[in-house]
Each structure stands twice: as C-alpha cells, then as structure tokens.
C-alpha cells in the first residue's frame, strides 16, 4: 500500500519492527556489536509513529530501539584495537587476517532461562584468544555490553538513552528466548552511508564531540553508489558458525574450551 519504489529506500504505508541482535558489524576499518530491543514481541507490523519514522522526528516515538547500544572500540577510545594492518599502523586485531568472532550472553543467574545481564566478546586470531578493548571514555567502564555501560554511554555522549526505554538487556534477552532468525549479509546504508560505523556521525555535529568519531573513514566514502562503483567485487565469508553453551564453541590453544 503507498509503495514509493522510487524511494532510496523503497518506503510504504506499513513497516515492519522486531527487535534486532547486531551480532557482528564490520568493515576492514571499524566494528560493533549491538543490541535492538523493542517495547512489542516478535515481528510487529507498524505505521506512522509505532514505526519510529527519521523524517518525521520520530524516530524515539517508534516501539524498537533504533540506536541500541552499540561497543564500538574506535567510538569507546581504542583507535588501535581493530583495523586493516598496513605500513606504519598496527592493530590488535588485523581485519586483513582470518578471524573468529565470539559472543557470550551472561544471564543474572547462569542458566538459560535466566535473565540477560552482559554480552562479552572476544576474538581468535592466528591462535591467540584476544579479549575485548576497555573503553576509555571518561565515565564509561567495562569491555562488554552491560545496561550500566549503556546507560553511561548514552550519558558521556549525551545521546537519548532509548535502550533503557525499550527495556534494555532484558528485553533483548526475551527477544533471544523466544528465537530469532540468523542473518548474514554484505550490505551498504543509503541513509546514513555506514558513517554510524567507520566515520564522523552526524556530520553536522561540532569536531571533538564526544561519541561522534566512531572510526577513521572519510564522511564522503561511504555513499551506496560511491562503493558499489569502487568495489564492484567486494565480498565476504562467513564459516564455521557455532551455537552452543559457554565453554562449548572454541576450543583454545591449550586444549580446554572457551568459546
């Protein structure tokens, strides 16, 4: 109904909400991983404000958590934790290289059915278990996504801390019991060109603002039509996707399991 395929975007009357666990964000330069919790269960049809439309100023009016809370190294402090190796820079984890990515959800209790409290990460690479950077924001503490990081973040940053609105960890929680689909993808962004990832975001906010450098890519390299021109053959591979208990995933270079 009202569909504007003209749109860039495609947009139409009714839109489509469910909360979203951003596993692994990555480019060569910068990376995240976030949680999108929402108010409604499972995949809601929305329209007008319970869509949390951009154009309107409703983007916090929606029933999902568009901005989540997002452990970004480079936007936390860390400008050498991840990046692509080359002359004259050096990262702890080079995205030139073969990697393993590993997420852990931490209940309160242990148990599987208990409630959502932490989301750690950590990588493999060339045998070497690298735990997650440390931020070092003034006022922002740990190297994991917990509601007391999110809630300091969204402070030192000033930004409308609508994570905690929409329920935080726990409703993320709920949303991982109840299943969710896996999804894995090479994507671009035509509305804010990945600049919320690797660059200077927004544009228009004052040099030195806190949480507004987010990586070191140019605010004009990250257009749909710049990318697909400059690379045409870009790609990915994703492989050797576990599921599992804690300790059940990764085996280490020691022999035990820490994944």
Not at 148 to 161: G, P, Q, R, S, T
Request: aromatic fraction near 10%.
């Amino acid at each position: 109904i009202d569909w504007n395929a003209t749109s860039d975007p495609p947009i139409g009357k009714y839109g489509s909400c469910c909360a979203e666990m951003d596993i692994w964000e990555a480019n060569s330069r910068a990376t995240a991983y976030t949680p999108h919790p929402c108010t409604k269960p499972g995949v809601y049809k929305c329209e007008g404000t319970d869509c949390g439309d951009n154009d309107k100023d409703k983007r916090y009016d929606g029933v999902c958590d568009k901005d989540g809370c997002d452990f970004n190294s480079w936007r936390l402090g860390n400008h050498s934790y991840y990046g692509r190796m080359v002359a004259g820079e050096d990262f702890v984890v080079d995205s030139k290289k073969k990697l393993t990515v590993v997420t852990q959800f931490i209940t309160h209790d242990g148990t599987d059915t208990g409630d959502l409290v932490d989301i750690k990460r950590f990588y493999v690479q060339e045998g070497k278990t690298i735990e997650n950077s440390f931020s070092s924001i003034a006022g922002v503490t740990g190297n994991s996504v917990t509601d007391e990081l999110c809630n300091e973040m969204k402070d030192a940053f000033n930004d409308i801390n609508d994570f905690k609105l929409k329920g935080g960890l726990k409703a993320m929680g709920d949303a991982l019991d109840r299943g969710m689909v896996l999804v894995m993808s090479l994507w671009d962004d035509s509305l804010a060109n990945m600049l919320w990832l690797d660059s200077r975001y927004p544009t228009d906010a004052p040099e030195g603002t806190p949480g507004v450098d987010r990586g070191p890519c140019f605010t004009d390299t990250g257009a749909p039509s710049y990318l697909r021109k400059k690379y045409p053959s870009a790609s990915v591979t994703y492989s050797n996707i576990k599921v599992g208990p804690i300790g059940s995933t990764l085996q280490n270079g020691n022999g035990g399991n820490d994944g």
